[in-house]
């Protein structure tokens, strides 16, 4: 039998409905970010710099991208023999069909894969976090510790506290209580849903927990383990972490990159970010150009301004046209003279001639507030807006929309133009 210290499971079946628009036909592990890379481009990177080299990726949701994207995944060096990269969506077993329904319960329908390396330590990921971590010295703290299971937790502001799974330690950092989403939070530890756990601990729990509805790590699986007293450990971690689950939180990460300074660095040499490249051209940019702070990917052509944004591979500027504040992902055509104003373009989006994006007071969303706010501008995959109109902010496009879907040239703040199929 194959033998591995510490194999990673990293969950990437998530449809990250918060993105709207962005995930319709994509998983969100599969979303675009900072011009050259997807999410998941993170987790993974983290696993071969951390020295981690068999990483099962679990997918559902669209994953058709996902797996052409990892392939056999030689651009993070897991193209090995033994272990290496395997993806692992649903599949029919004799005894039954089904879907993953929770966090543990996709683990446990690939017990026999996790049970082919005879692991010590199974190193529990999710696929759609931006942060750098070495899982290496978090697994030297779970050994130290003598734990069962150690929780990667990180410190949040006492007011956002609400909005995670917190845990109340000691001066140890053994964990005595949890409190998933508390009202009045007593601690500001917030779980990253980053576990380890000693092998034979996680098989325990899968076993016992498996015909629990929608198992779940952080309602079921740690709640039981901690119920029959074994040893759980809060890791702390005091990098940089962004859960880019909102049309907010995406926006601004893919800001701070452009930063002077970045809190974020795609750009050490010691701790890379490795993805899948395309062999295209180089950039070109026209003398009548400008642009100024900003990330601009390969074979982009650009004639116009470029301000303060990230602008993806492959997408052409046309004279005249403005950006500001934005993210343009690749293959997508902007015409002459458009101005752009924070607002998040998918891939393979093509904007006509005259359009002004981003315009009018910030008017909450109708269809969906929850989702689109911020007061960005967000347009689907493959969308296409058409010459002369303007649209206003909190806005969502999807589909091949005409002129005759903007009563007098305009879709004002708050309203939404999802063609059928997109919705």
């Given at each position: 039998m194959i033998k591995k210290e510490m194999i990673a499971m990293l969950l990437a079946g998530g449809q990250g409905s918060r993105l709207g628009v962005l995930t319709a036909n994509i998983a969100k592990p599969a979303v675009s970010f900072g011009g050259k890379y997807r999410i998941i481009d993170f987790p993974l990177s983290n696993c071969i710099n951390?020295?981690?080299?068999?990483?099962?990726?679990?997918?559902?949701?669209?994953?058709?991208?996902?797996?052409?994207?990892?392939?056999?995944?030689?651009?993070?060096?897991?193209?090995?023999?033994?272990?290496?990269?395997?993806?692992?969506?649903?599949?029919?077993?004799?005894?039954?069909?089904?879907?993953?329904?929770?966090?543990?319960?996709?683990?446990?329908?690939?017990?026999?894969?996790?049970?082919?390396?005879?692991?010590?330590?199974?190193?529990?990921?999710?696929?759609?976090?931006?942060?750098?971590?070495?899982?290496?010295?978090?697994?030297?703290?779970?050994?130290?510790?003598?734990?069962?299971?150690?929780?990667?937790?990180?410190?949040?502001?006492?007011?956002?506290?609400?909005?995670?799974?917190?845990?109340?330690?000691?001066?140890?950092?053994?964990?005595?209580?949890?409190?998933?989403?508390?009202?009045?939070?007593?601690?500001?530890?917030?779980?990253?849903?980053?576990?380890?756990?000693?092998?034979?601990?996680?098989?325990?729990?899968?076993?016992?927990?498996?015909?629990?509805?929608?198992?779940?790590?952080?309602?079921?699986?740690?709640?039981?383990?901690?119920?029959?007293?074994?040893?759980?450990?809060?890791?702390?971690?005091?990098?940089?972490?962004?859960?880019?689950?909102?049309?907010?939180?995406?926006w601004e990460s893919n800001m701070e990159l452009i930063d002077l300074i970045p809190e974020f660095n795609l750009y050490e040499e010691f701790w890379k970010i490795y993805t899948k490249t395309e062999w295209i051209p180089p950039l070109f940019v026209s003398d009548e150009a400008v642009i100024d702070k900003a990330i601009v990917g390969d074979a982009c052509e650009i004639h116009g301004e470029v301000h303060n944004s990230v602008i993806g591979s492959n997408v052409y500027i046309g004279p005249g046209v403005v950006v500001r504040n934005s993210i343009i992902m690749s293959s997508s055509r902007i015409g002459a003279r458009t101005v752009i104003d924070k607002s998040i373009i998918a891939e393979s989006v093509t904007i006509g001639n005259d359009v002004v994006l981003g315009i009018g007071d910030e008017v909450p969303n109708k269809l969906r507030p929850d989702i689109y706010g911020f007061g960005l501008v967000t347009v689907g995959e493959g969308s296409v807006i058409p010459g002369g109109v303007k649209i206003g902010k909190n806005t969502a496009i999807s589909g091949e929309t005409t002129p005759e879907d903007y009563p007098g040239g305009i879709l004002e703040s708050g309203e939404s133009l999802l063609k059928a199929g997109d919705r």
């Open positions: 951390s020295g981690v080299d068999t990483v099962g990726v679990l997918t559902q949701y669209q994953p058709l991208r996902l797996n052409t994207h990892i392939g056999i995944g030689i651009p993070w060096d897991l193209d090995k023999n033994i272990g290496g990269v395997s993806i692992l969506p649903p599949y029919e077993k004799n005894t039954s069909s089904e879907w993953y329904t929770g966090t543990a319960n996709a683990i446990y329908q690939n017990l026999n894969y996790m049970e082919n390396y005879n692991p010590d330590y199974v190193l529990i990921l999710g696929g759609d976090h931006i942060y750098k971590m070495d899982y290496e010295v978090m697994l030297q703290f779970h050994k130290e510790n003598k734990a069962d299971i150690t929780l990667a937790t990180i410190p949040v502001p006492m007011e956002e506290a609400s909005r995670f799974g917190v845990v109340i330690t000691d001066e140890k950092k053994q964990i005595l209580e949890f409190e998933e989403k508390p009202p009045k939070p007593r601690s500001n530890l917030a779980s990253m849903g980053i576990y380890i756990f000693s092998w034979p601990v996680l098989k325990e729990a899968l076993l016992t927990l498996k015909d629990q509805p929608g198992c779940d790590f952080g309602k079921h699986i740690i709640p039981y383990c901690h119920e029959k007293g074994q040893r759980i450990f809060a890791y702390e971690y005091n990098g940089y972490w962004k859960d880019v689950g909102t049309l907010g939180s995406y």
